[in-house]
C-alpha cells in the first residue's frame, strides 16, 4: 500500500508541477485538493506534502532567475518580512482549524483564482519609487532578452504590497500553497514592477515562506515522507518538463481548461468539508 | 556587489534543490523496498537540505551585504532570519 501511495503521489505532483509551471503557479493549488479528493488524505498530510513541494519548485526557478538577473533582491526579501511573519501565523492557525472548515477556505480560494485567471493584467507604465522604497533601494532594473532592452523600474506604494504580501504568507502557512496568485498582482499592478521581475522575485519570496511554513508542518508531525518525498520529486520533474514545452503550448485554450479545472476543484472541496460538518 | 550576490544564491540553490532531491529519492527507494531505518533517515535529511536551501540563501545576503557595508539590505535580511528563527521557536512550542 506505501509503494501505490507513493506511485500515486508520484504521478499527481509531476502533473501539477506540469501544470503550475505553464501557467505560471507554484502548483500547490491544484496538488492539494487533488491529493484530498483522489487519494483521500487528511488536508494537513497534503498541504504539508504540497509546501515541500513548493519550496523545491520555486528554488529550482529561482536559480534560474537569479543567474538572469530577473529577481529584485532587495524587494524580495523587504517584503519577505511580512511574508514568513504572515506564513508562520497562518501555519499555527491550521493547527487550530478544523478540517471541514480549510477545505471550504480552499475551496473558495480555488473558485477566486479560477476567475481571476482570466482577468488581463493591466499594460505596464513605470512608476516613480516612494519615499519607503526610495530609502530602501527597491528599484531596479533586468535586461529583457525578449524586447531587447534594458527595463528600468521604481517600486510605487510600498506599505500595500507589504499588506498583501502578509496576506499571501497567511494563506500560504493555512493551505500549504505558494501564495504567489497575491503576490505578483500585488508587486505589478500595486507597485508597478514588470510582470517578469514580480514573477522571478515572488519565487524567491516563496521558497523562503514556504521554508518556514515547513519548518512548523514538520515539527506538528504532519510530514508523511511516503506521501511528501514523491510529490517533492514529481514536482522538480514536472516543473522541468513544463518549463521546456510551455513555448509550444498555446495560452488561451490551456487557461480556460485550467479555470474550468479550478472551479471543478473548488466546488468538489466546499461540498466535501460541508459534507464532512454536517457528519460530525 | 548585487551582481555577486545573485551568483552566489543562484549557486546555493542549485546544490540545495540537487542534493535534496537525490537524498529524497535515494531514502524512498529504501525504505520503501528494504526493511532498512536509513531511508528514513535520508529522507528527513533531504527535506532539512531543502527547507534550509532558502534559509541559506538569505544567511548569504546578510553576510556579503555586511561585508559589503550595504547596512540596508544587512539589516532586513537579518530581521527575515530572525523571523524564521521566531518560526522555529513557536513551531517547537
Known amino acids: ?280 | 556587489m548585487d551582481a555577486t550576490l545573485r551568483e552566489v544564491i543562484s549557486l546555493i540553490m542549485r546544490l540545495g534543490v540537487y542534493s535534496s532531491a537525490l537524498l529524497l529519492s535515494l531514502g524512498i527507494s529504501i525504505r520503501l523496498t528494504t526493511p532498512w531505518i536509513a531511508g528514513e533517515h535520508l529522507m528527513r535529511l533531504g527535506f532539512i537540505t531543502l527547507i534550509s536551501t532558502p534559509i541559506a540563501a538569505v544567511a548569504s545576503s546578510a553576510i556579503l551585504s555586511a561585508i559589503h557595508g550595504d547596512r540596508r539590505l544587512t539589516l532586513t535580511s537579518t530581521l527575515v532570519l530572525l523571523i524564521l528563527l521566531l518560526g522555529v521557536a513557536l513551531g517547537a512550542i
Open chain 1, 1 to 280: 500500500m506505501p509503494i501505490l501511495i507513493a506511485i500515486l503521489s508520484l504521478i499527481l505532483a509531476i502533473l501539477s508541477g506540469l501544470l503550475g509551471s505553464l501557467l505560471g503557479l507554484g502548483g500547490g493549488v491544484i496538488l492539494v485538493p487533488l491529493l484530498v479528493l483522489l487519494l483521500h488524505l487528511p488536508i494537513h498530510t497534503a498541504s504539508a506534502a504540497s509546501i515541500f513541494a513548493v519550496v523545491a519548485t520555486s528554488t529550482a526557478s529561482t536559480s534560474n532567475y537569479m543567474r538572469e538577473g530577473l529577481t529584485n533582491l532587495r524587494l524580495g526579501v523587504f517584503l519577505e518580512l511580512s511574508t514568513t511573519l504572515g506564513a508562520i501565523s497562518g501555519a499555527l492557525i491550521t493547527a487550530a482549524m478544523g478540517e471541514p472548515l480549510l477545505r471550504v477556505i480552499l475551496g473558495i480560494i480555488l473558485i477566486y483564482a479560477a476567475v481571476t485567471m482570466f482577468k488581463k493584467i493591466g499594460e505596464w507604465r513605470p512608476h516613480a519609487s516612494d519615499g519607503l522604497a526610495s530609502r530602501l533601494r527597491l528599484d531596479g532594473s533586468y535586461y529583457d532578452r525578449a524586447e531587447g532592452v534594458e527595463v528600468s523600474y521604481g517600486v510605487d506604494n510600498t506599505p500595500a504590497v507589504l499588506l498583501l504580501s502578509y496576506l499571501a504568507g497567511v494563506i500560504s502557512g493555512l493551505l500549504g500553497i505558494g501564495g504567489g496568485g497575491i503576490k505578483v498582482p500585488a508587486m505589478n499592478l500595486l507597485g508597478g514592477v514588470p510582470i517578469k521581475a514580480a514573477v522571478a522575485t515572488s519565487s524567491f519570496m516563496i521558497g523562503i515562506t514556504a521554508a518556514a511554513a515547513s519548518i512548523i508542518y514538520m515539527r506538528q508531525r504532519y510530514c508523511n515522507p511516503i506521501v511528501a518525498a514523491p510529490v517533492v520529486l514529481g514536482a522538480l520533474l514536472g516543473a522541468s518538463i513544463g518549463s521546456r514545452i510551455t513555448p509550444r503550448v498555446r495560452g488561451r485554450t490551456l487557461k480556460l481548461l485550467f479555470t474550468i479545472l479550478l472551479i471543478i476543484l473548488g466546488l468538489r472541496m466546499i461540498h466535501s468539508g460541508v459534507e464532512l460538518w454536517m457528519r460530525r
